[in-house]
């Protein structure tokens, strides 16, 4: 129908023109009058919808979850420098043929790409961890400023185009959404950043599109058929193609001409309609930048600078405490309403009761306080002459202020080491001395520990309401009792109806059929389905029932180490916290260490670990190591070896290749030594690597892991 194409196009200009332009023609209410009709048009003619169509943006039915990708070329983050000495000496180690540079505002967002093929949009990817992201695709199509086709303007469209670029959320969107929250009395969002990540990864597309996000381009990925040469070609033709690029961008030929741009545009930033954290440098030229390549971490022909953060001061009107999903008790200042960065601040963490006490700050004083990387706000220090008289240290809870659990203090570790580094150093003087037969030498002893060097309060119950939610998505989640049908929005659900308010509630939820059968969207096959899949965890061993209960410190690596050596979990239970921390394997220590020891013994102590474990027992739970997962079950090629996995793998998760390292046999441990035989390590390995080279270590590929599990 001819209408329904002039509305599209008609629509697809009026996009254009409002994010690519920034020049639309028609109002708001003249652009909706447009999109009704269009609406109304394809609904008495669905046989003629498109999926390029701009009714397609609205959000479609809710999903379940993201799926996992492989980006197509590397997405690597960018290198951050903050002084103007470190930029110049970036520039000067560039080769002579580098002769010109794009300087772009860094837009504070969420890194995207979009993969065009044939000049349809087919796929957006996070960016994850560089090498795979997730598919957030049917959330992106809601985004305006996104063309789900290319205007290639009657050319034939490339075959293949990958645009990296950032999704932001504008601040008259970011304020209204947190403007609607506390009408409502729901807590805010804490910067436009996190905003829009929490927005992209929500499962249902219609949340998405309610919320005006935005997108600017700043990069490529992979291309075929683009003939731009450099980026600044590369911005014009995706510009004339209907992709939104920055207005702001700019070129120099030197350090002189990009310090110029930088520093011009700091006094502007503020003035944007979207939040900047610095600008980013690049390498024109795409021959060049391909010959500059990338370190393991960053590309070596981009840097970003970042300008310093924005002070300002006002009072100190509380001091709040915020228990988060690992169970941290975070203390949070409420301060009076103060404009900083392009943003009216009210809230600022104060990261732990260490700080707030070496910061020596107490409610009433004035403070100044700066946005961190421009986004989150933190108290600096306090004005001490302006202090009111009376004013007192604040006092940190001793019990968690959601559920009344008990709260575990944790301090420096580096204090910690020194102050038994120096015990140890006094018994060997004494020892030198008594052999000797003479007085020991005097070892200064370090400062006491004190509250000063407080780094965290952790409430020690998993079952607190604060972070129950959180902590049962890691109890259904793969790796640890991997549920089927129990991810994030089934969880969420459950836990708002009452259905599972603890752990042992899981197992029970077939009792209350009916109630299950209730939620919204769950039928009666998905719900035979969940039920099938905390069935099948019942019998997922110990090691990821410890794995899945979520004990600080105690992870898949430590989870393992410790059910082959007990076997069942009243043997654990028999234990005392001294024998979990040194018993040995083939006679090498087990790597278990005092931290993960005390913290299991805690945890199996406490009134909530024995419910909790009661629980499981009720339900049916394997708590023990059944005979499949026992050492050298696959084999014993790896006997008597420590392996450390590190880096980013493609034929295995963390888990997987730590179980088949143990199943061969082996152990797997979570750092490198004099004692590691060999360290497994991906892409992007980093600190394990160095010190692993730096041992000597052997260090091997995961082709070369199975070739060694396999030479039997």
Not at 667 to 675: D, I
Request: net charge negative.
């Amino acid at each position: 129908m001819q209408r329904i194409e002039q509305l599209r196009q008609e629509i697809r200009e009026h996009d254009r023109r409002y994010y690519v332009d920034a020049a639309p023609t028609i109002s708001d209410r003249d652009y909706d009058r447009l999109m009704d009709e269009l609406k109304a048009l394809e609904a008495a003619n669905p046989e003629l919808v498109t999926p390029d169509s701009p009714t397609q943006r609205v959000g479609g039915e809710p999903i379940e979850g993201f799926e996992t990708i492989a980006h197509a070329r590397p997405m690597y983050s960018i290198d951050n420098s903050y002084d103007p000495d470190d930029l110049r000496k970036w520039v000067e180690r560039l080769p002579s043929s580098v002769e010109r540079f794009v300087i772009d505002p860094k837009v504070d967002g969420v890194a995207i790409s979009l993969r065009y093929e044939q000049g349809q949009l087919v796929q957006a990817l996070t960016r994850g961890d560089g090498l795979q992201g997730d598919d957030v695709t049917q959330n992106v199509r809601t985004i305006r400023s996104i063309p789900l086709s290319l205007d290639t303007q009657g050319e034939a469209p490339p075959a293949v185009l990958e645009v990296r670029g950032e999704v932001y959320c504008p601040w008259k969107v970011f304020t209204k959404w947190n403007e609607e929250l506390e009408a409502a009395g729901q807590p805010l969002l804490a910067n436009p950043r996190n905003a829009t990540a929490g927005l992209l990864k929500r499962h249902d597309s219609r949340l998405v599109a309610k919320r005006r996000l935005e997108f600017v381009a700043h990069g490529r990925g992979e291309f075929e058929g683009v003939a731009a040469e450099s980026v600044t070609e590369f911005y014009e033709q995706i510009g004339r193609w209907g992709v939104t690029t920055s207005p702001h961008t700019k070129t120099a030929t030197d350090f002189d001409g990009i310090w110029q741009i930088i520093a011009a545009f700091e006094t502007s930033r503020h003035e944007l309609p979207y939040a900047v954290d610095g600008m980013v440098v690049k390498v024109d030229r795409f021959d060049l930048q391909d010959e500059l390549g990338f370190t393991s971490r960053f590309p070596r022909w981009c840097i970003a600078y970042k300008y310093a953060a924005e002070q300002a001061t006002t009072k100190l009107l509380e001091i709040q405490w915020q228990v988060g999903k690992t169970g941290k008790l975070t203390p949070r200042a409420r301060l009076e309403p103060v404009f900083v960065a392009g943003t009216t601040v009210q809230h600022a963490t104060l990261h732990n009761m260490g700080e707030v006490l070496r910061k020596d700050l107490r409610v009433g004083d004035t403070v100044v306080i700066e946005k961190a990387g421009e986004i989150i706000p933190q108290v600096v220090h306090a004005v001490a002459s302006e202090r009111p008289a009376g004013a007192k240290h604040p006092k940190a809870p001793l019990h968690c202020p959601e559920c009344q659990g008990d709260v575990e203090i944790e301090y420096d570790q580096k204090r910690l080491h020194d102050i038994e580094s120096w015990e140890k150093r006094v018994e060997r003087e004494k020892a030198r001395a008594d052999k000797n037969g003479e007085e020991p030498r005097e070892i200064p002893e370090p400062p006491p520990l004190g509250p000063e060097d407080e780094t965290g309060r952790y409430c020690m119950n998993p079952e607190c309401p604060a972070q129950f939610r959180e902590r049962l998505q890691h109890f259904a989640g793969r790796g640890q009792m991997d549920i089927d049908g129990m991810g994030e929005k089934v969880i969420e659900q459950l836990t708002e109806a009452g259905l599972v308010k603890t752990i042992g509630d899981v197992f029970r939820l077939h009792e209350r059929r009916d109630a299950v059968l209730e939620l919204e969207r769950m039928g009666a096959k998905k719900a035979d389905n969940l039920f099938a899949g905390i069935e099948a965890a019942k019998e997922r061993g110990l090691a990821r029932a410890l794995t899945a209960l979520g004990i600080r410190h105690v992870g898949s690596t430590a989870s393992r180490i410790l059910a082959e050596h007990y076997r069942t979990i009243d043997a654990m239970f028999e234990a005392t916290e001294d024998d979990i921390e040194t018993f040995q394997i083939n006679g090498k220590e087990s790597g278990i260490g005092p931290e993960i020891a005390k913290s299991l013994y805690t945890f199996l102590h406490s009134d909530t670990g024995r419910s909790v474990i009661a629980e499981l027992r009720e339900a049916g739970v394997v708590l023990d190591m059944p005979a499949a997962e026992t050492s050298g079950s696959a084999g014993t090629s790896l006997a008597g070896k420590t392996l450390v996995v590190t880096g980013t793998l493609t034929k295995y998760s963390r888990s997987e290749i730590e179980e088949l390292i143990v199943k061969h046999g082996g152990k797997a441990s979570g750092s490198v030594s004099k004692s590691t035989d060999y360290l497994v390590a991906g892409e992007k390995a980093g600190s394990k690597l160095d010190k692993a080279q730096a041992l000597g270590v052997p260090v091997i590929s995961e082709d070369e892991f199975e070739a060694l599990v396999n030479d039997n």
